[in-house]
């Protein structure tokens, strides 16, 4: 053989040693009529997967990797991240080997880990497509489309098999990047692991995420540039009220709808994307200090951030 050959071969040999190394603590999940998703072993007797994949309260069944079911309870979820912790009734599952999420880079060969209903593992090469910031995504839960909104996503290019969704990214070394989920028009998204861990620690402390919450509908706006530079902006971008709950925190503030948002505690808005990553659970019960234009003219009003209602599930 070549050298090239040899390398080569090397290579596929290491992937599909990554392959096997991951598979081990990664199960099949049925908690949807048709079809199953996955999950991975992240924490001892702790299953993390997609949310939305999760259709069913009770009678949750888990395939191992050995072909063996057993039942698993509901211990956390968060559909706003997408992710949902179920409990395992075994001892004797692997968890997964964690990579340290924050040095994936645009580029970096990865592999999406996932397995059937039938037990076997799937498994798709490709590379990290892009690394964004503030996404908001649609996704089916119980028939309805959901929006998520998460702080941070991997996008692997790689090929989507059944299963996909909760199933693993992982690099070269077998170890997990994050979770596999899928956005509109089913592209493939990866929550990454530390983004996970953080997650999780607190469904388990609390059982449930606290999310910031104004009460507004927003949509993107530019303002005309002699209005931005008369009121002595820095930039021309902001957001425009379309709707305002009664009684919401905005409400009570007096934010009106038409208004146009142009800075949150001195940060520069010029997305709908901005205003959400100001809205943390720390940021929940706290003041915003909101700059607006309204007829015109500057003004500044205080939010006291409220706390998203509804279950997180």
């Not at 607190?202 to 104004?214: C, D, F, N, P, V």
């Amino acid at each position: 053989m070549t050298d090239s050959t040899l390398s080569a071969l090397a290579f596929s040999n290491q992937l599909s040693d990554a392959v096997e190394k991951a598979s081990r603590s990664i199960v099949a999940v049925n908690a949807r009529r048709r079809r199953t998703s996955s999950g991975i072993h992240w924490r001892k007797n702790l299953i993390i997967t997609a949310d939305h994949t999760i259709q069913q309260d009770e009678e949750i069944n888990v395939i191992l990797p050995d072909g063996r079911s057993t039942s698993a309870s509901i211990a956390g979820r968060d559909s706003t991240m997408d992710l949902a912790v179920l409990r395992l009734e075994t001892d004797d599952l692997p968890t997964a080997e964690i990579a340290d999420s924050t040095q994936a880079k645009v580029g970096q060969i990865v592999l999406a880990v996932s397995r059937s209903a039938e037990g076997s593992t799937s498994a798709s090469m490709g590379i990290v497509s892009s690394i964004s910031e503030g996404w908001q995504y649609s996704h089916h839960r119980h028939g309805k489309r959901s929006r998520s909104a998460i702080a941070q996503l991997i996008q692997p290019a790689l090929m989507m098999y059944p299963g996909f969704s909760g199933g693993a990214l992982i690099n070269p070394e077998g170890q997990v990047l994050g979770i596999n989920t899928a956005g509109a028009r089913h592209l493939p998204l990866t929550i990454p692991a530390a983004m996970v861990d953080r997650v999780l620690d607190q469904l388990l402390q609390t059982g449930r995420i606290a999310r910031g919450y104004l009460g507004l509908g927003m949509q993107a706006i530019r303002l005309p540039e002699a209005l931005y530079r008369s009121l002595n902006l820095s930039s021309p971008g902001g957001v425009i009220v379309v709707s305002v709950e009664p009684g919401a925190p905005a409400d009570q503030a007096g934010v009106l709808l038409g208004d146009i948002l142009v800075a949150l505690n001195d940060s520069s808005i010029e997305d709908v994307t901005d205003v959400h990553a100001l809205l943390s659970s720390e940021q929940v019960g706290q003041p915003l200090s909101a700059k607006i234009v309204r007829g015109g003219v500057l003004t500044e009003k205080t939010i006291i951030v409220g706390e998203r209602p509804g279950r997180n599930g």
